[in-house]
């Protein structure tokens, strides 16, 4: 299930700001909830240490954003513990040896300032992370999601239900794309009103185009 049709069947969405430190990374998996002190970054060292096997952290830096919290050596540290992935609601250094890791990493962008591992922080307590419709709540037991598109929670509770709404959604939009794929339009096949843009030419332009393909 691709993150997109996620969201449309009821998963949070995480904020547009987050994005994969290497083309092609995704993972699904329970969150580990991990809240850093601004700058430092010792909770996400614990964190890691005492994952559980295909677990995914999902780091609140604390409105801090301006530091690299994930690099090298906890990537390394993070794929022998056997983690799924990390979300880190700030910035990554090392990105190019994050990448030849293997480990999906998503973060807001890049910083080469070295964060301490000192000031404290909390493992397992709910985290929010900026996110699309405001401020989400991310808890110990949710479900992550995250691909090219972005990154969505799945509140603990909900998931059977909105796996199951995504699994029919796919399945309408391969209905959809098979009915495109032979000459149907999206204005009647989303039953939308055209009328409404000016330069609308009417409803023979799509049917014309239809036919020049098949010729």
């Known amino acids: 299930m691709g993150t997109a049709v996620l969201i449309r069947s009821g998963g949070l969405p995480l904020g547009s700001?987050?994005?994969?430190?290497?083309?092609?990374?995704?993972?699904?998996?329970?969150?580990?909830?991990?809240?850093?002190?601004p700058g430092d970054n010792l909770a996400i060292h614990v964190a890691v240490a005492q994952a559980p096997d295909g677990g995914a952290l999902v780091v609140d830096v604390a409105g801090e954003a301006e530091y690299g919290y994930i690099d090298e050596i906890l990537a390394v540290a993070a794929r022998m513990r056997d983690i799924a992935g990390i979300v880190v609601d700030g910035c990554v250094r090392d990105t190019g040896a994050i990448?030849?890791?293997?480990?999906?990493?998503?973060?807001?962008?890049?910083s080469v300032r070295e964060p301490g591992h000192d000031a404290g922080g909390a493992v397992g307590?709910?985290?929010?992370?900026?996110?699309?419709?405001?401020?989400?709540?991310?808890?110990?037991?949710?479900?992550?999601?995250?691909?090219?598109?972005?990154?969505?929670?799945?509140?603990?509770?909900?998931?059977?239900?909105?796996?199951?709404?995504?699994?029919?959604?796919?399945?309408?939009?391969r209905r959809l794309l098979d009915a495109l794929i032979s000459g149907k339009s999206t204005l009647d096949l989303l039953d939308l009103d055209p009328t409404r843009v000016t330069g609308w030419q009417g409803a023979g332009v799509g049917a014309d185009r239809s036919a020049e393909r098949a010729g």
Request: glycine content about 10%; aromatic content about 6%; charged content about 20%.
């Open 125 to 173: 307590r709910e985290v929010h992370l900026a996110g699309d419709r405001g401020p989400t709540p991310v808890r110990r037991g949710d479900w992550l999601v995250a691909d090219d598109d972005g990154v969505v929670c799945l509140p603990r509770g909900r998931v059977t239900g909105i796996v199951a709404d995504a699994v029919e959604s796919v399945s309408r939009d």
């Open 99 to 110: 990448a030849r890791t293997g480990l999906p990493v998503f973060s807001a962008g890049v």
């Open 17 to 37: 700001h987050l994005f994969p430190v290497w083309p092609g990374a995704s993972f699904a998996a329970t969150a580990l909830p991990v809240r850093c002190v």
